[in-house]
T-cell receptor, first 119, second 111 residues
C-alpha cells in the first residue's frame, strides 16, 4: 500500500516551454502533498506544500508564478514549471501521507521522481 | 536546517550487519526520528521511524538511546541493493508535516 506515482519519469524540452508533472496517490487519499527538487549530488529541497482545495504554500526563495501547483483532488497534485530554462533542469519529487492514517506520525511516501532536462 | 548529523559515508561487507549512526542532540520530546533512503535516481524510500522505544520491521531495526540524543539504524544482513544514501530526519508529531532532508550518509555495500 501507500504508493505514490509520478508522471512523466523524465522529460526533455526546449527552453521557454512549460512542463507539467503529475503526482498521484494510487491507493490512498492525501489532503497535503509535497514537492521537492534535487540537484545533482545534493539533498532534497522542499519547494512547496500542496493543499487540496486551497493555495499551495511555497518555501522561501521559490517563485510561485514559475512553479504553479494545483491540487484539485485528494489523489492528484500537479506541478507546472512555466517558461522553463536550463537552470530549472533538476530532479523533481513529490510525496504524500495517507489521510486515513490514524496517527499523524505516519510516514510520507515518495514518488520515483521526474527528471527534467531543459535544452 | 537539518537537525541531525550523520557521517558522510560508510562501507559495509555484504551479508554483515550495517549500523548507521545519527546524532540528534537537540531533539524535542515530541519529535520522532524517521529514516529514509534514496537509491540513485529514485525517490526516497521510507524505512522506519520511532519516538523513544526501539523499533523493528521487515527492513531494519531502529535503536534510540535512552536520552534520545542519538539513534542507530541497523540493517541486519546488508545486500548490494542496500547501497544508497540514508537520511535520518526528526519531525514533530502533529506539527508541520515538512521533512527537512540533510545531506544524509552514503552507505556502500561491498561484495
Amino acid at each position: 500500500g501507500a504508493v505514490v506515482s509520478q508522471h512523466p519519469s523524465w522529460v526533455i524540452c526546449k527552453s521557454g516551454t512549460s512542463v507539467k508533472i503529475e503526482c498521484r496517490s494510487l491507493d490512498f487519499q492525501a489532503t497535503t502533498m509535497f514537492w521537492y527538487r534535487q540537484f545533482p549530488k545534493q539533498s532534497l529541497m522542499l519547494m512547496a506544500t500542496s493543499n487540496e482545495g486551497s493555495k499551495a504554500t511555497y518555501e522561501q526563495g521559490v517563485e510561485k508564478d514559475k512553479f504553479l501547483i494545483n491540487h484539485a483532488s485528494l489523489t492528484l497534485s500537479t506541478l507546472t514549471v512555466t517558461s522553463a530554462h536550463p537552470e530549472d533542469s533538476s530532479f523533481y519529487i513529490c510525496s504524500a501521507r495517507d489521510l486515513g492514517s490514524e496517527y499523524s506520525n505516519q510516514p510520507q511516501h515518495f514518488g520515483d521522481g521526474t527528471r527534467l532536462s531543459i535544452l | 536546517d537539518a537537525k541531525t548529523t550523520q557521517p558522510t559515508s560508510m562501507d559495509c561487507a555484504e551479508g554483515r550487519a550495517a549500523n548507521l549512526p545519527c546524532n540528534h542532540s537537540t531533539i524535542s520530546g515530541n519529535e520522532y526520528v524517521y529514516w529514509y533512503r534514496q537509491i540513485h535516481s529514485q525517490g526516497p524510500q521510507y524505512i522506519i521511524h520511532g519516538l523513544k522505544n526501539n523499533e523493528t520491521n521487515e527492513m531494519a531495526s531502529l535503536i534510540i538511546t535512552e536520552d534520545r540524543k542519538s539513534s542507530t539504524l541497523i540493517l541486519p544482513h546488508a545486500t548490494l541493493r542496500d547501497t544508497a544514501v540514508y537520511y535520518c530526519i526528526v519531525r514533530v508529531q502533529g506539527g508541520s508535516e515538512k521533512l527537512v532532508f540533510g545531506k544524509g550518509m552514503k552507505l556502500t555495500v561491498n561484495p
